[in-house]
């Protein structure tokens, strides 16, 4: 992380007083935080090479010979945007990395003495890592669907945007993993520990699903249709449904709704805690 901004920020006379600074002051600062780290590009240019890495591979792979019972279940929208199976942990290793990495480096302390205000640090880190990882997340999802409808081989069935669902589920491939970014955020600002937060991530993507599989079929439609994971699947999906799972619209809701309850937490122990 880059300190001079900060330090200049800190000083009397460089034109703002101590712990007056507006939300868009405190925007740039952490927007120059993040894309001074050589991290924030790697895991970006990880999550690019997920995304269309795994469309082109999966995509060129499908089998030309369709019959018609395939063609009529045939989701290319969503084999298109498998790739998200990766892309979704590179955004929340971002999420987690965007304030984790502070406490482990002390660099907070620099921050919170020039913004006092911790509230503010955390809605200006949200707001440069939401527009970050949106713009990323739906640039990458438009091009893997892109790459992934021309190299699929014909006669397999080809998705257009004006389909019904399509254009649906590429516009949640990239919102869904800038969602898992701010849990990752609030998570990080909660647990104050980088390895911790990623392995808190890697837990609600990953493990807990699986936690749910030996305690039954009832039980694990039940419960397993709140799981992110689950959600993504359902809310890819242009052509079937995915069985108990929740619509599109309301798993969409219930991502915000864990972005803001873990940014909320996240909030809450800022302000409690010393840096």
Not at 88 to 105: K, M, R, Y
Not at 158 to 186: D, E, K
Request: glycine share 10%.
């Amino acid at each position: 992380m880059t300190t001079a901004t900060l330090d200049r920020a800190a000083r009397p006379g460089s034109g703002q007083a101590e712990g007056r600074y507006g939300f868009r002051s405190v925007a740039r600062m952490e927007w120059l935080k993040l894309r001074s780290v050589r991290s924030t590009w790697w895991i970006l240019l990880v999550f690019a090479a997920g995304m269309i890495g795994l469309a082109v591979l999966i995509m060129a792979r499908q089998s030309p010979a369709f019959s018609a019972a395939g063609r009529a279940t045939y989701d290319p929208t969503n084999n298109s945007l498998a790739g998200l199976a990766i892309g979704q942990l590179a955004l929340g290793v971002l999420g987690a990395l965007a304030i984790s990495s502070e406490f482990s480096s002390g660099l907070i302390r620099l921050t919170f003495a020039a913004v006092p205000r911790r509230p503010l640090v955390l809605a200006a880190k949200t707001a440069v890592l939401a527009a970050v990882a949106l713009v990323a997340g739906e640039i990458m999802a438009f091009a893997a669907w892109g790459l992934g409808e021309a190299v699929l081989r014909n006669p397999a069935p080809h998705a257009t945007l004006g389909q019904p669902g399509v254009l649906r589920a590429v516009l949640m491939g990239g919102a869904y993993p800038a969602l898992i970014a701010l849990i990752a955020l609030g998570l990080g600002a909660l647990i104050r520990h980088t390895a911790g937060a990623i392995s808190a991530v890697v837990g609600v993507l990953f493990v807990l699903p699986l936690i749910l599989v030996p305690l039954g079929a009832s039980i694990q439609n039940s419960v397993g249709q709140f799981m992110p994971m689950i959600i993504a699947e359902n809310s890819l999906t242009a052509v079937k449904p995915v069985a108990h799972s929740l619509s599109a619209g309301v798993g969409f809701g219930m991502l915000c709704l864990y972005a803001v309850a873990a940014l909320a937490a996240g909030a809450w122990a800022l302000a409690r805690r010393d840096a």
